[in-house]
């Protein structure tokens, strides 16, 4: 099945080009299921390349998923023309009556930044805590994670004395989960981080397992149940020349930044990257996805509540 999402998102005809299935909304309307309900919160500065990115992994999945854009209310970004964030983006405030069936929750470019001074903190630990009881399952990347695994677990965050950049080796831990079917015991992923969490101050808390990590980069990969949560630390949605990107910013701002590790062919920023992590992004989203469809109410209200019959079950 396809990924419904607005006829006119930027993401629609780069997804197309790649041959991704995308319903119109009209279509979708006609078809006599009940679609997977996602809404994405986008705190990356560049939201129409992120967009995309998580768009493409959810629109690989053999079901019908509903996207919904969100935005914070109580900071405005500066970096995203104002009439798409007018066009296709709904705040907080506007879907809070609402039940979803899924919420990821993108990274920032905060990290430095206290927790407690982000312009936003207040409204986004609301939406960790509205998500409890409105969201059946919550996947939060990078500065995300590190965001709600602080406020679910009082972990903190540090800071790297150099930014942790580049394509690195990560090994699964060896705990079983659903999450992980189909995954090689070690597997390559971007990393791109000035903060990381550390692995002696996770909780040892019921529930809560780290499934993946790095020696080099450090934790990668936690889930969270009793919190319905997935927290990764790191960045698998990114496109092949993501990093580049980042590189070439930082270099033409005059900041102070390495040459990201393992990622141009022989070390030269001549050479095109290659991406050789895209099968294990679609396979994470998938997995989380399919998951999610065994367990979530086919009522879409009676998320929060216990004994109602799975979207599964019922479909």
């Not at 996947?139 to 995300?144: D, L, N, P, S």
């Not at 990590?213 to 949560?229: K, Q, W």
């Not at 050479?271 to 999610?292: D, G, K, Q, S």
Request: net charge negative; with cysteine.
């Amino acid at each position: 099945m396809p990924i419904k999402i607005p006829n006119d998102l930027p993401a629609r005809r780069i997804l197309e080009e790649e041959g991704v299935m995308v319903i119109k909304e009209s279509d979708a309307i006609r078809q006599d299921i009940r679609p997977l309900r996602l809404a994405l919160l986008n705190l990356m500065p560049n939201k129409i390349r992120t967009e995309a990115q998580i768009a493409r992994l959810i629109g690989s999945t053999p079901l019908q998923v509903e996207m919904t854009l969100l935005q914070t209310g109580s900071y405005r970004p500066r970096n995203t023309p104002k009439k798409h964030l007018i066009d296709f983006y709904k705040t907080w405030d506007e879907v809070c009556h609402e039940k979803f069936d899924g919420l990821i929750v993108t990274g920032a470019p905060i990290e430095t930044m206290p927790f407690e001074k982000v312009d936003y903190w207040r409204e986004l630990t609301a939406i960790f805590d509205w998500a409890q009881e409105n969201v059946f399952r919550g996947f939060y990347i990078c500065w995300g994670a590190q965001a709600a695994l602080h406020h679910f677990h009082g972990v903190p965050k540090h800071e790297l004395e150099q930014k942790m950049f580049g394509i690195f080796s990560h090994r699964l831990t060896g705990l079983r989960s659903s999450l992980l079917i189909g995954f090689n015991d070690e597997f390559s992923i971007p990393v791109s981080r000035h903060t990381e969490v550390r692995r002696e101050e996770i909780p040892d808390k019921p529930g809560l397992r780290i499934l993946a990590e790095s020696p080099v980069s450090g934790l990668c990969l936690m889930e969270d149940i009793p919190h319905r949560a997935v927290y990764m630390f790191n960045h698998l949605e990114y496109d092949a020349d993501t990093l580049k990107h980042e590189y070439d910013r930082d270099i033409d701002a005059g900041a102070e930044i390495q040459l990201p590790k393992n990622y141009f062919p022989g070390d030269d920023p001549k050479n095109p990257p290659v991406n050789y992590w895209r099968a294990y992004a679609h396979l994470l989203l998938w997995n989380w996805i399919n998951e999610m469809y065994q367990h979530t109410p086919y009522d879409i209200s009676q998320i929060g509540r216990e004994g109602a019959p799975s979207l599964a079950e019922v479909g």
